[in-house]
């Protein structure tokens, strides 16, 4: 799979994980779209990494279910650090 098939499947990967994890996101619609390509992308590296995830095509559901948990991944990492930056803050 191509450079902007992971691109596509990133960004719809991240708005997947956004349904599956609603709430406020510190960045917006912007960061969690390019959490949502970084996760597709740390998602299939940790798949191919553990031999349990072929990330070859893109209209596999193997692909999108290994893309949709790295984003959630992310996404969840990413709230738990702002978060904590937000409210460090405000004491």
Do not use: C, N
Request: aromatic residues 6%; proline residues 2%; glycine residues 20%.
């Amino acid at each position: 799979m191509g450079f902007i098939g992971w691109i596509v499947l990133g960004l719809i990967a991240g708005a997947i994980a956004k349904a599956i994890m609603p709430g406020d996101d510190p960045g917006g619609i912007i960061v969690t779209m390019l959490i949502g390509i970084v996760g597709a992308i740390v998602g299939g590296l940790i798949a191919s990494a553990l031999g349990v995830g072929e990330v070859d095509e893109f209209f596999s559901i193997g692909t999108w279910v290994i893309a949709i948990l790295g984003a959630l991944l992310l996404l969840g990492i990413y709230r738990a650090v702002a978060g904590k930056r937000s409210t460090a803050g405000h004491t």
